[in-house]
């Protein structure tokens, strides 16, 4: 079983569409959790901490469950823009980050 | 502000010579510095880091190593690559400190042909 899991995609949504990602973790003792956005040939880049209680950051809603060891990303208001891969990241004792392999996201006009 | 920068972002090698990819940090002292490499379509996989001037942990047994001769300075090498190297490396830094947040260089595209 993967560490981080995460439906590879790809989500094909319109412009202005609601989309939104789940991620699992495998590991119960994982500290911190992160959503990192990749665009083609590009690095990772951070776009947002997930805390327990929840966070929003403009358009962008991170959930965590850490019940179910779970973790979502809401995208509301969809742009061309938010094309991209969405990797669902967790760190663990050590600062060990464990990363899902990604979620494909493309916004269509 | 603290910036990465590795190089060369591109190179095609053929199978069996060396490799050295370097990577620097700017504006922080004593990072935590990670190589990691993504192959097509699959997730980040951690290959080395280090918490200090010559401390390195290696995640996976490979055909790579990697150094740490200054602070802000981390190399990747290979004496022999094979096929199975190529891919995307990534240089990557966090807060020595608090560790938290993970910032990447931008990146390394590796063909072994």
């Known amino acids: 079983r993967k560490e981080v899991e995460q439906d590879p995609g790809p989500f094909n949504v319109p412009e202005g569409a609601t989309v939104a990602f789940n991620c699992t973790y495998s590991?119960?003792?994982?500290?911190?959790f992160f959503w990192y956005r990749q665009d083609c040939r590009k690095e990772p880049k951070l776009l947002m901490s997930?805390?327990?209680s929840g966070n929003e950051d403009g358009r962008f809603t991170a959930q965590l469950n850490r019940a179910s060891q779970y973790i979502s990303l809401l995208i509301r208001d969809s742009k061309l823009s938010d094309s991209a891969t969405y990797l669902c990241?967790?760190?663990?004792?050590?600062?060990?980050?464990?990363f899902g392999a990604g979620t494909i996201l493309r916004v269509k006009s | 502000s603290q910036t990465i920068h590795q190089w060369p972002a591109t190179l095609v090698q053929p199978v069996g010579s060396p490799l050295s990819l370097e990577c620097t940090v700017e504006?922080?002292?004593?990072?935590?510095l990670y190589w990691y490499r993504q192959a097509a379509g699959r997730g980040l996989q951690l290959l080395f880091y280090?918490?200090?001037?010559?401390?390195i942990s290696s995640e996976v047994p490979q055909n790579l190593s990697a150094s740490r001769p200054q602070d802000r300075q981390f190399i990747l090498s290979s004496k022999k690559l094979l096929l199975s190297d190529s891919g995307f490396y990534l240089c990557?830094?966090?807060?020595?400190?608090?560790?938290?947040?993970?910032?990447f260089g931008e990146g390394s595209w590796l063909t072994v042909v």
């Open positions: 590991n119960s003792a994982s500290q911190s």
């Open positions: 990241v967790t760190r663990e004792y050590g600062n060990k980050l464990v």
């Open positions: 990557a830094w966090s807060d020595g400190r608090s560790g938290n947040t993970i910032y």
């Open positions: 997930v805390y327990s």
């Open positions: 504006g922080t002292s004593n990072p935590n």
């Open positions: 280090s918490v200090g001037i010559g401390q």
